[in-house]
């Protein structure tokens, strides 16, 4: 049963004790920031950057942001060179001196494009749907529309992504991802961030569906859904505001 987060600190505490150094992982959108209506316009509050580089400075921790959106988009977002990255949902990875990209989703570039200039058309006569190709993968946002905007919008999606045995599909409350089919996920992307820089003990923030596989790696770690959703994480908070609480109290301890 997921357990809200700040009520059992002091069983936290006890759990990472000494360790040296712990893996701190951690998703964007929603989770570092609030969602906004436009995706484009999310900005990393300035505050939340000092905790982050506070944290990566800290020779108890060794920090990851993971995320849905494409590597460069985050790391501009975030702007620390001292954090490592994971973009389009655990498919390309960057640490000082480490480069890594799905040699599979490098191959389906093309099915990619191709569903992008299909569902172009259909999302076009949809006023607030938007189609994001991050080449590696796709994002489609239509959190302005109406449910029954929305609906018609997944059904679409659903009978295209039929004609691409390649790609699959995520439907989430704010939008839908279309992905390469191949192995990576926020999941594999957790595994080889930590093997990069081995640690202690794991801890990992996310809030969205694809966090989910994120969670799932670390059954044994600190994981913490952003949210009220059913959830594979052991704790819960209730938004970003509750992040930055948590942030301030490891940076405490």
Same mark, same amino acid.
């Given at each position: 049963m997921t357990r809200r987060l700040f009520d059992h600190l002091p069983e936290l505490?006890?759990?990472?004790? %000494?360790?040296?150094?712990?893996w701190l992982g951690t998703d964007f959108d929603g989770t570092l920031t609030h969602h906004q209506d436009d995706p484009a316009t999310v900005e990393l509050p300035a505050a939340m950057r000092a905790r982050l580089a506070a944290l990566a400075a800290h020779p108890r921790f060794a920090v990851g942001l993971i995320s849905g959106r494409s590597l460069v988009d985050l790391m501009a977002r975030v702007a620390l060179n001292t954090l490592a990255y994971s973009g389009n949902h655990g498919i390309e990875i960057e640490t000082p001196g480490f480069r890594w990209v799905d040699p599979a989703a490098e191959q389906l570039r093309g099915a990619l494009a191709e569903f992008a200039e299909l569902a172009g058309k259909f999302l076009g006569d949809v006023p607030g749907a938007r189609l994001e190709n991050k080449k590696l #993968?796709? #994002?489609v946002d239509y959190r302005p529309c109406?449910?029954?905007?929305?609906?018609? &919008?997944?059904?679409?999606l659903d009978i295209a992504v039929a004609r691409f045995p390649t790609l699959r599909l995520r439907h989430a409350p704010l939008g839908s991802e279309?992905?390469?089919?191949?192995? #990576? #996920?926020?999941?594999?992307?957790?595994q080889m961030l930590r093997s990069l820089r081995p640690a202690g003990p794991g801890i990992y923030l996310g809030d969205d569906l694809t966090d989910e596989d994120a969670?799932?790696?670390?059954? *044994? %770690? &600190?994981?913490? *859904?952003?949210?009220?959703?059913e959830t594979a994480a052991r704790f819960r908070v209730e938004s970003a505001d509750r992040v930055a609480?948590?942030? %301030?109290?490891?940076?405490r301890l």
């Open positions: 505490k006890r759990e990472i004790g %000494d360790a040296l150094p712990i #993968s796709l #994002s109406s449910q029954s905007q929305k609906n018609a &919008i997944v059904e679409r279309v992905l390469p089919r191949t192995g #990576s #996920s926020k999941g594999t992307a957790v969670f799932r790696a670390m059954p *044994h %770690d &600190i994981t913490i *859904h952003v949210g009220e959703r609480e948590f942030f %301030d109290w490891l940076i």
